[in-house]
């Protein structure tokens, strides 16, 4: 069964002036639909079709056979969970209990803020930076291209694209300021802390 690249979940436009409509027009009509037209290719006619993309890209983790579906399948279920991180006018601080445990596990929003924005400055190349749930630990983690906290046993709470194509349009090589950018105005909070409540 076909993953279908679900709906962006709010105009094309919505996220500007942080991030621009061209940007989003290109970054999930074009990069995000072809990874999920190319997974669908790929695990077409295989036993992988028969699978949720969860299950897909948890059989094809690790399997040097099965690069090409693993890379394809990541990012098109790596993509669908980073449009729903970001929202217009989001940003600013969580609250309730994501916000009691980022403090009792970073110290302080401002010292998870520093580590998130470290990290997604200095993920070399492309990839990912992550706020996941690691044994009953909020941790900020970075993945290289595709790679999914999810096969390192982690449950996704929030996620930064970090590939140029996420930002290149609007901020050219100056990564950093999207990163800023999208932390202090776009993060969908409701959705990170629905994440979090549903993995305790
Ligand atoms: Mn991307």
Known sequence: MAYKQP???YAENALEPHISAKTISFHYGKHHAAYVNNFNNLAAGTPLDDLSIEDAI?????????????????????????????????????????????TADFGSFDKFRDEL???????FGS???W???DNGT????????????????QVPILT??????????DYQNRRPDYVA?????LINWDFAESNFNAAQ
Do not use: M, R
Not at 117 to 123: D, L, V, W
Not at 160 to 169: C, F, G, P, Q, T
């Open 138 to 153: 909020l941790k900020v983690v970075k993945t290289g291209n595709a790679q999914t906290p999810l096969t390192s046993g």
């Open 117 to 123: 924005k470290n990290a997604a400055a200095t993920q």
């Open 58 to 102: 948890a059989q094809t983790a690790n399997d040097p056979q099965k690069v090409g579906v693993f890379n394809n399948a990541a990012q098109a279920l790596n993509h669908t969970f980073y449009w729903n991180c970001l929202k217009p006018n989001g940003g600013g601080v969580p609250t309730g209990n994501l916000a009691d445990k980022i």
């Open 127 to 129: 990839g990912w930076a």
């Open 131 to 133: 706020l996941v749930l």
């Open 160 to 169: 930064i694209d970090v590939w140029e194509h996420a930002y290149y349009l």
């Open 7 to 9: 709906a962006l979940p």
């Open 181 to 185: 950018s999208l932390i202090d105005n």
